[in-house]
């Protein structure tokens, strides 16, 4: 069972990914971190702040959309009569494994055709070789989210919200950002890096992300009309809880006062603080109700989309070399450039992800490629 309104959200959100990734590769932009213990960026003009804060709403609608996806799927399969549901757990637990193993053996490298300038991280520094990007968080999720796919929704949201607080109360002070910790206290909830790993996505507070997209995906299953009546003013609702909190300086350590419109959105996203999860779950659950109204059922978002792995794979590359051209070509290119750059990498990427989807649609459901 399929959505065409979460089909173009993940669409447009992988775009968006990739518009962060574009600056990053193409004009030689450090990644940034806005890290919970490291120095957080700065900007000295709107426009890059602007780049990388729309780009904020991707991780979140990843997880709230894999959440989203997994809950349709065991509706779908409860509908074929899949018994007892374990073939299916079965499968999104393979699944998951898989994009850990996508994660270290072909995103990792890809990161390294760009050649990014380093960032501020937490942790004891120095070069490391075990990266544990968004993949691994999504995979890691999965697995964990999958055997719960038939417990009860008030459970699902006690364990959503035990989750992200989990992380608020598991990060340590600011002021140990220097330290060392353990690879267990990485992989769960602390990002940053010890020796030879860098963690960017510890499991915790994404899991609470993606079982928020099961419960949501539960109610789109049973009723796809009044879910996205729902999403507008679940979304207004969570905004407005940001702007209060906020405003009275809660729900992120990294403190806004009063410092000017760009200090008030600059938020935590390692680990996504309170704040930052309820303006960009906002921001998705806004899109998402407007995407529900667009007519057709193809597109570019769709098509994006629906091939979103495959897309995010093939574009570290893609962006990667051209990169390299922009080095070669263009030295000291600015905005301007970059945002050409970003539109040509899209233009390139859709009949290349129009292709895949046909060639993964002609593949039984039992495929690996259908992972992709």
């Known amino acids: 069972m399929r959505s065409l309104a979460v089909d173009r959200l993940r669409g447009l959100i992988i775009a968006l990914m990739a518009l962060d990734h574009a600056s990053a590769m193409l004009i030689n932009r450090p990644r940034i971190g806005e890290f919970w213990g490291a120095a957080f960026p700065t900007y000295e003009s709107a426009l890059p702040f602007v780049i990388r804060a ?39 637990i393979q699944r998951g494994l898989l994009l850990v193993a996508v994660q270290h053996f072909i995103v990792n490298p890809g990161w390294l ?14 070069d490391f070789f075990l990266y544990f990007g968004v993949l691994y968080g999504l995979g890691a999720a999965m697995v964990v989210v999958a055997p719960l796919l038939r417990a009860s929704t008030a459970l699902l949201l006690v364990l959503a919200a035990a989750a992200i607080a989990s992380s608020s109360l598991m990060v340590p002070e600011a002021t140990r950002g220097g330290e060392s910790f353990s690879a267990l206290l990485h992989l769960l909830w602390v990002p ?25 995906g539960r109610a789109l299953s049973r009723d796809p009309t009044a879910t996205r009546r729902l999403a507008a003013p679940l979304g207004a609702a969570a905004i407005v809880a940001f702007l209060g909190l906020r405003a009275a300086d809660l729900g992120d350590a990294h403190r806004w006062a009063h410092g000017g419109w760009i200090d008030f959105f600059n938020l935590t996203k390692y680990p996504p603080s309170p704040d930052f999860l309820l303006w960009n779950l906002g921001l998705d659950l806004l899109l998402l109700a407007l995407l529900a109204r667009v007519p057709g059922e193809r597109g570019p978002l769709v098509t994006f989309g629906q091939a979103a792995l495959f897309f995010y794979v093939v574009h570290l590359y893609l962006y990667g070399l051209m990169g390299r051209a922009f080095d070669a070509l263009l030295p000291g290119a600015g905005h301007g450039e970059m945002l050409a750059g970003w539109l040509v990498g899209l233009a390139l990427m859709l009949p290349l992800c129009a ?18």
Do not use: N
């Not at 894999?66 to 499968?91: F, P």
């Not at 890096?193 to 609470?208: A, E, H, I, N, T």
């Not at 993964?360 to 039992?366: A, D, E, I, L």
């Open 113 to 126: 055709v760009g050649d990014i300038p380093a960032s501020p991280v937490p942790g004891d520094g120095g």
């Open 54 to 92: 729309l780009t904020h709403v991707c991780a979140p609608g990843f997880f709230l959309l894999m959440g989203v996806s997994m809950a349709l799927s065991a509706a779908a399969d409860a509908r074929r009569g899949g018994g007892d549901g374990s073939e299916l757990r079965r499968r999104l």
């Open 355 to 372: 292709a895949y989807g046909r060639f993964k649609r002609g593949r039984p459901p039992t495929s690996l490629w259908r992972f992709f």
């Open 192 to 216: 940053g890096q010890s020796g030879p790993m860098m963690v960017r996505y510890p499991l915790f507070p994404w899991v609470g992300v993606t079982l928020l997209g099961v419960i949501l």
